[in-house]
């Protein structure tokens, strides 16, 4: 991998935010900090990434302004690719 792919990939997993706000790379961080520096389960550790990730992104206290009323009443309904999947499916039947 070339230095400049290597900074474009870093760049991406800085930008990349979760809805709290902490990026990609912060967290990928956190969890390969946990992976290497829990004493108990060390080997074990490389065959559950995916439950400490978890638990990093779960335990990751990020303090942030609850919304007013007003702000959660006037969201903009958000309709995923399923509902859109779905109601393409339905026209089907």
């Given at each position: 991998?070339?230095?400049?792919?290597?900074?474009?990939?870093?760049?991406?997993?800085?930008?990349?935010?979760?809805?709290?706000?902490?990026?990609?790379?912060?967290?990928?961080?956190?969890?390969?900090?946990?992976?290497?520096?829990?004493?108990?389960?060390?080997?074990?550790?490389?065959?559950?990434?995916e439950l400490i990730s978890d638990?990093?992104?779960?335990?990751?206290?990020?303090?942030?302004?609850?919304?007013?009323?007003?702000?959660?009443?006037?969201?903009?309904?958000?309709?995923?690719?399923?509902?859109?999947?779905?109601?393409?499916?339905?026209?089907?039947?």
């Amino acid at each position: 991998m070339s230095v400049e792919t290597e900074q474009k990939l870093v760049e991406l997993l800085k930008s990349a935010k979760s809805v709290e706000g902490v990026s990609l790379f912060k967290h990928l961080g956190s969890t390969l900090h946990k992976l290497i520096n829990d004493p108990t389960q060390s080997a074990k550790n490389l065959e559950e990434f995916e439950l400490i990730s978890d638990f990093v992104k779960k335990n990751n206290f990020t303090n942030k302004t609850p919304e007013t009323d007003q702000e959660v009443n006037n969201k903009k309904r958000v309709e995923g690719t399923n509902a859109k999947w779905i109601q393409g499916s339905q026209k089907l039947a």
